[in-house]
């Protein structure tokens, strides 16, 4: 069964620190899909970038960029030059195998960037 | 494009009543799914509807119920509410084909039992 682990609890930085959060993740799917969310105090959930698992090449996005590498089951998120704002819980997840409209996620890692 | 709609945003309830929540979907989203948020368990799914039929379904009991009407909203059902179902409930959207995994979330309702 597919599973997502993220093994930081919670990470405090001091703001323009560059920080990085980890994820792995199991599946037995050949093709799959890997999502990175972010939960502001507010509760919403924020969409942050979907990866095929066709394709390894890092992503950037501004101050955010994405390693993913098949051979360690990972897809880590680095974001660079911290702001306050940045300050959220941020969860990785992973659809089951041939479902659409379900994702599993990690636990979630707690980001607290003080001025 | 307007986003994820979700009502209440706040509920109070005591516990063996019965609560019903509601899902605005984004215009031209056919999937809407459910999802519990809890500090203990995190976010754990619910279920999933997909034009108006219940697609996938997660390992909640039967008393969470719901549904979706020919216009993509749907709705969410707890009966005979228990302390434990305090808690955030979040619906996401999506097309729900093709390779389009993509969901976007509500802004929840924070439901508490007491």
């Given at each position: 069964?597919?599973?997502v682990?993220?093994?930081?609890?919670e990470?405090?930085v001091?703001?323009?620190?560059?920080v990085?959060?980890?994820?792995?993740?199991e599946?037995r799917d050949?093709?799959?899909?890997?999502?990175?969310?972010?939960?502001?105090p507010?509760?919403e959930?924020?969409?942050?970038i979907?990866r095929?698992s066709?394709?390894?090449?890092?992503?950037?996005?501004?101050?955010y960029?994405?390693?993913?590498?098949?051979?360690?089951?990972?897809?880590?998120?680095?974001?660079?030059?911290?702001?306050?704002?940045?300050?959220?819980?941020y969860?990785?997840?992973?659809p089951?195998?041939?479902?659409?409209?379900?994702?599993i996620?990690?636990?979630g890692t707690?980001?607290?960037?003080?001025? | 494009?307007?986003?994820?709609?979700?009502?209440?945003r706040?509920?109070i309830?005591?516990?063996?009543?019965?609560?019903?929540?509601?899902?605005?979907?984004?215009?031209?989203?056919?999937s809407?799914s459910?999802?519990q948020?809890?500090?203990?368990?995190?976010?754990?799914?619910l279920?999933?509807?997909?034009?108006?039929?219940?697609?996938n379904?997660?390992?909640?009991?039967?008393?969470?119920s719901?549904?979706?009407?020919?216009?993509?909203?749907?709705e969410?059902?707890?009966?005979t509410l228990?302390?434990?179902?305090?808690?955030?409930?979040?619906?996401?959207?999506?097309k729900?084909?093709?390779?389009?995994?993509?969901?976007?979330f509500g802004?929840?309702?924070?439901?508490?039992?007491?």
């Amino acid at each position: 069964a597919q599973k997502v682990t993220q093994a930081q609890t919670e990470i405090s930085v001091v703001e323009k620190e560059d920080v990085t959060l980890d994820c792995v993740y199991e599946t037995r799917d050949t093709t799959y899909y890997l999502f990175w969310y972010k939960q502001p105090p507010s509760g919403e959930l924020v969409f942050l970038i979907r990866r095929n698992s066709f394709d390894e090449q890092n992503e950037i996005s501004g101050r955010y960029s994405w390693n993913f590498q098949k051979s360690t089951s990972s897809f880590n998120f680095t974001i660079t030059a911290s702001q306050v704002v940045d300050s959220a819980v941020y969860f990785c997840a992973l659809p089951p195998r041939g479902s659409q409209g379900n994702l599993i996620f990690g636990k979630g890692t707690k980001l607290s960037v003080k001025p | 494009k307007a986003g994820v709609t979700q009502t209440p945003r706040y509920l109070i309830k005591t516990r063996g009543q019965q609560v019903t929540l509601s899902c605005s979907p984004i215009s031209g989203h056919r999937s809407v799914s459910w999802y519990q948020q809890t500090p203990g368990q995190g976010l754990q799914f619910l279920f999933e509807y997909f034009s108006e039929t219940q697609r996938n379904k997660g390992n909640f009991p039967g008393r969470f119920s719901g549904r979706q009407f020919s216009n993509s909203r749907s709705e969410m059902n707890v009966s005979t509410l228990e302390l434990g179902d305090s808690a955030l409930y979040l619906c996401a959207s999506s097309k729900g084909q093709g390779d389009s995994y993509e969901q976007y979330f509500g802004p929840g309702t924070r439901l508490t039992v007491t």
